[in-house]
């Protein structure tokens, strides 16, 4: 039976409360069902940067009170912003889930956008941008979404442009927060040694003030260019994309994707690690990972090499997807990948913090909780010719793009 306990305000926020009672911590986050794809044209970053500002003082707290309100009691702080959600979450001691409540809730509904301030972050935000752009191993990862889907909304960089960051103003903050950062958006997920009912009460206190409404419609489905994007730098090594496009969590195949993708590059026993770096040494970094979103995602095997290396990787990176394509997974190999994946779902959940974030992404993306053990039953079912079916779909060469950061050819 659920443990898991779901309440929904008058005016639309949902608060889940998943109670621990072996554990004196509790992990609260407060989410807004809203991300980069939900900006317009003239809004590039300004989730992010709202993300921000949020930490920069209130009606009733300075920058440094809000810090100290969480971190003067041994807590933690902080948030991030991905193309679909942004969450502001804390880890306190269970005694003080009250005060942690308070201080993000103070923060979404009374900071001040002070103009001066702005204007600092933004600065701020702009080195976090050349930061970026000076560390190409993470960069490319960008570059790749940006090239391989263009203009669609999932294609934007979550953190914006040095140009559109530049020009927002307190009131493109205030207007796009009025808009987005309404009652159906909102979800505050606990999870840790609290009472559920005392959760509620605070929720009601803090959060039912938030008007209601929301305009949550998806985008199409994007569909990838394929090609070659290569960006030189002068850098020492080949820092490297190369994927298609995924599949939507929405999609019936997506727990046989997690399959392809761990047996592919998901660990330092999978095929791309075992076969470039311990085999032949040809990188330190090489791996796979699968984006999924509402509309669609995106599948990517991303490492770096040498630049005299860099062909040979791309030969190898092909024939492994070859293999799967024509052959699939040993059967000891499947049942590997899948003990795998079900241990890593399984272990994390021991942390307060991994059962916070998967109550929440579950409720604004299913609008349910699923059950762990539902989860780990589709894994289990997922056979080997369906990962060779699905190897054909999103592994055709044709259909592929590689995007790379690299010296001079």
Request: negative net charge; hydrophobic residues 35%.
């Amino acid at each position: 039976m659920s443990l898991i306990t779901k309440f929904t305000l008058p005016n639309g926020v949902r608060v889940l409360v998943e109670p621990s009672l072996t554990v004196k911590s509790v992990s609260i986050g407060l989410w807004c069902h809203t991300g980069s794809r939900h900006e317009f044209d003239n809004e590039a970053g300004i989730t992010h940067l709202i993300e921000h500002m949020l930490f920069k003082g209130t009606k009733k707290r300075t920058a440094k009170e809000i810090a100290e309100a969480i971190e003067g009691r041994g807590g933690m702080l902080n948030a991030f912003t991905d193309k679909e959600s942004t969450c502001y979450y804390c880890r306190m001691l269970s005694d003080d889930v009250a005060v942690g409540i308070d201080v993000l809730s103070d923060m979404m509904l009374n900071s001040l956008f002070d103009q001066e301030e702005l204007e600092r972050e933004e600065q701020v935000v702009l080195e976090e941008i050349r930061r970026g752009e000076d560390e190409p191993g993470d960069h490319v990862h960008e570059v790749h979404l940006e090239q391989r889907w263009g203009s669609h909304p999932l294609g934007k960089p979550i953190i914006g442009t040095a140009e559109s960051v530049s020009s927002f103003m307190r009131d493109d903050l205030i207007t796009y927060m009025d808009r987005r950062y309404r009652g159906e958006n909102i979800l505050l997920s606990v999870a840790g040694n609290v009472d559920p009912a005392a959760v509620v009460a605070l929720a009601e206190s803090k959060l039912g003030s938030i008007p209601s409404g929301t305009e949550n419609g998806q985008p199409a489905r994007p569909l990838g260019k394929p090609g070659m994007h290569y960006v030189e730098r002068p850098v020492e090594q080949v820092h490297f994309c190369i994927g298609g496009d995924g599949l939507s969590f929405y999609d019936d195949d997506i727990y046989t994707l997690k399959v392809l993708d761990a047996a592919l590059g998901g660990s330092m026993s999978s095929r791309l690690f075992q076969e470039i770096r311990e085999r032949r040494g040809l990188a330190y970094a090489v791996g796979s990972y699968s984006l999924s979103y509402g509309a669609g995602g995106a599948f990517t095997v991303y490492g770096g090499t040498s630049r005299k290396n860099w062909e040979q990787v791309q030969e190898l990176t092909a024939v492994e997807f070859g293999k799967v394509m024509s052959d699939g997974l040993m059967a000891d190999e499947l049942e590997r990948t899948k003990r795998n994946l079900i241990g890593s779902i399984v272990l994390a959940l021991e942390s307060t913090s991994s059962k916070m974030m998967r109550q929440a992404r579950n409720e604004l993306n299913f609008q349910r909780e699923i059950p762990i053990e539902e989860t780990t039953s589709k894994i289990e079912a997922v056979s080997g010719n369906q990962v060779i079916e699905l190897a054909r779909r999103l592994l055709d060469p044709a259909t592929l793009s590689t995007t790379a950061i690299g010296p001079a050819c």
